[in-house]
């Protein structure tokens, strides 16, 4: 392990990620290019850039599903070069861009499943008969415990997203990588999903991938502005939006939203 750095985690207790000179690379193309990113507890931080800006391809570095160079560490604990599973139990969850739960099981079995990964075969059979306590919490928290027994492939399409997340509770993750999580959803559903992150978010390290700003601008407590691999402005919404850089590469969107 390397020597801790002024500014960095040595000794601090709250769960946080801390991403240094992170570099992914494809044939010589550079998709992410040395981003630096501290994430603190109770941060729901928005990560926003144009399409192909690297976005997605941070989260699979972050998630060990892309090999990565520098350094990304979790309350001082190296994730970089440890395989996809470990750095779920490490604690960092993430969605992907198209919901990827089981269709054809029930809300509950797929909470089962997920609150599964990485436990014994012993505790898996021991909790069979009834409903684990965190599984009822999460189904509290994503809203979804009238649904229990519905099968995850007849849910809205919010609901599955919300799922998802409850997957990811009941993994015990506190750091929580969600890839447009609300792409597709309605108004209505826009609303909940948001304060299901605020309510997620209080404890926990919530990072959104997220291109509508009407959303940005209701719950980010935090953006990351990434363009071209590299983070070319980060703050609160307001010192975002009145980047002038932000405001060049982001054109269409940023302009709008000043207008609005
Ligand atoms: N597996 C891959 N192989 C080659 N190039 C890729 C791969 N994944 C992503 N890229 C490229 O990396 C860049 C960043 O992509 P991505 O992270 O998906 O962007 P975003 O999520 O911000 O839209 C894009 O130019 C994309 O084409
Ligand atoms: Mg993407």
């Known amino acids: 392990m390397s020597a801790p750095e002024f500014g960095g985690n040595a000794g601090m207790s709250a769960e946080y990620l801390e991403i240094r000179d992170l570099r992914v690379q494809f044939d010589g193309f550079t998709a992410v290019d040395g981003v630096d990113l501290t994430l603190f507890q109770g941060d729901l931080r928005f990560l926003i850039g144009p399409n192909g800006a690297g976005k997605t391809t941070l989260v699979d570095a972050v998630t060990g ?18 395989k996809t599973h470990k750095i779920a139990r490490l604690g960092v969850g993430r969605t992907f861009q198209t919901a990827s739960v089981f269709e054809e099981l ?3 079995q797929n909470l089962d499943i997920a609150a599964g990964a990485g436990r014994s075969p012993w505790q898996l059979l021991r909790r069979r008969k009834d409903v684990l306590p965190e599984i009822e919490q999460a189904l509290e928290t994503i809203g979804l415990t009238a649904h229990r027994d519905t099968p995850a492939g007849i849910l809205a399409h919010g609901q599955k997203q919300w799922l998802e997340i409850g997957m990811l509770l009941v993994q015990n993750a506190d750091v929580l990588l969600l890839d447009e999580p609300v792409a597709g959803m309605s108004g209505a559903e826009r609303e909940e999903t948001g304060q299901l992150l605020r309510r997620i978010g209080a404890q926990r390290t919530v990072v959104v991938v997220e291109h509508d700003m009407d959303f940005m601008r209701a719950f980010a407590t935090s953006v990351t502005v990434l363009a071209r691999g590299k983070v070319i402005a980060d703050g609160t919404v307001e010192e975002v939006q009145n980047n002038p850089q932000v405001q060049q590469v982001y054109l269409g969107t940023t302009a709008a939203v000043q207008e609005a």
């Open 65 to 82: 599903l892309v090999p990565a160079t520098g350094s990304v560490t979790k309350s001082g604990v190296e994730l970089l070069g440890r």
């Open 106 to 108: 029930s809300v509950l």
